[in-house]
């Protein structure tokens, strides 16, 4: 199992996995695949933001592919902090598709996410659930996340952050 960088090899995988999802909504949102767009255009569009798109800082996304090439899960990396991101949504935003959950890949896919932020040389790592998402705080703790205080958002949703020093 390793990660994958998105290209036009996985088009059918990638649309095989976002209808798992039914009407949930898919995440990490960078992901998400519109109908009528060709895919060629939103790998052109995922580079583009990739780089830097109106507010969004340089970020890379990567499939979580098993040993059959099936992509397991999804995930999102930041290369910095702006103030939404250090408040909501920290470095790395991932998810694992509904029928292979509960299984440790999510784990597994936060512990290789870290190596990329090893890469990109990012000391603490901030990492953000929300209070109900039990399974994602474990998933952070499992991977050395220390818990900051929570940010609660205008519309009342609470934020659990985490830090994972390297
Ligand atoms: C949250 C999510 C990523 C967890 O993925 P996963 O592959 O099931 O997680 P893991 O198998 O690695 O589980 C890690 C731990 O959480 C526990 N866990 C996972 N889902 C759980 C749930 N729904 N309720 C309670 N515990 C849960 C596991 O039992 C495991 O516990 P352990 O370490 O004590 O054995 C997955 O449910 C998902 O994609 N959800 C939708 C998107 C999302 O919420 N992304 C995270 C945004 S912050």
Redesign the pocket.
Known sequence: MHLERPSLKWEAEHIAYMQEWDE?RM?PSSFHLKEDIPYEVYLEELAAKEARHGNRVPNTNYFLVDDDERII?MVNIRHSLNDYLLQVDGHI??????S??????????LSEALKVTDQVGIRSVL????ED????A??II?NGGVEDASFTEPHGNVVRRFWIER
Not at 127 to 130: G, L, Y
């Open positions: 949930d995440t899960g935003g991932y998810g694992i598709r509904p292979e959950r509960r299984k440790g890949y999510a784990t597994y896919l990492v953000t659930c929300n998402n039990i399974g994602s474990a998933v499992n």
